[in-house]
């Protein structure tokens, strides 16, 4: 009888931790998407914003805030467009880049997944 006791509440308390594990892990995966999602939105609106830009000013209003005061700067023979063009490939690699790690944490099964879609640091050397 003891022995049937012990067996039915391993059990019981093995089911609980694994649902717990399985929501945890949902709501981690539900944050991540939905933090990924709203970057996407910010960049898609400044990729928009500089492809509607008409001068380097505006251009410079579209950047984030941490660059605001540093002014675009056309290297010598270069055209406005030239210039735009550049910088919304740029921004489109990003999204590029971004949309990957949303599609990686919208795959991922299980909690080491979702760590790994992570995006490693560069070391410096």
Same mark, same amino acid.
């Given at each position: 009888?003891?022995?049937?006791?012990? *067996?039915?509440?391993? *059990? *019981?308390?093995?089911?609980?931790?694994?649902?717990?594990? =399985?929501?945890? !892990?949902?709501?981690?995966?539900?944050?991540?998407?939905?933090?990924?999602? +709203?970057?996407?939105?910010?960049?898609?609106?400044?990729? %928009?914003? /500089?492809?509607?830009? +008409?001068?380097?000013?505006?251009?410079?209003?579209?950047?984030?805030?941490?660059?605001?005061?540093?002014? !675009?700067?056309?290297?010598?023979? /270069? =055209? !406005?467009?030239?210039? $735009? =063009?550049?910088?919304? %490939?740029?921004? =489109?690699?990003? #999204?590029?880049? #971004?949309?990957? $790690?949303?599609?990686?944490?919208?795959?991922?099964?299980? #909690?080491?997944?979702?760590?790994?879609?992570?995006?490693?640091?560069?070391?410096?050397?």
């Amino acid at each position: 009888m003891k022995i049937l006791m012990t *067996t039915l509440l391993l *059990t *019981t308390l093995t089911v609980t931790a694994f649902a717990n594990e =399985t929501r945890n !892990f949902s709501i981690k995966k539900e944050k991540i998407l939905s933090k990924i999602t +709203t970057r996407i939105a910010k960049v898609e609106n400044r990729k %928009n914003c /500089m492809q509607n830009a +008409t001068s380097l000013e505006k251009m410079q209003s579209c950047r984030v805030k941490k660059y605001k005061n540093r002014p !675009f700067k056309l290297k010598k023979g /270069m =055209t !406005f467009e030239e210039k $735009r =063009t550049k910088v919304v %490939n740029r921004i =489109t690699k990003r #999204i590029v880049k #971004i949309n990957k $790690r949303k599609a990686c944490v919208e795959n991922a099964l299980d #909690i080491r997944a979702l760590k790994a879609c992570k995006p490693q640091k560069k070391t410096k050397r």
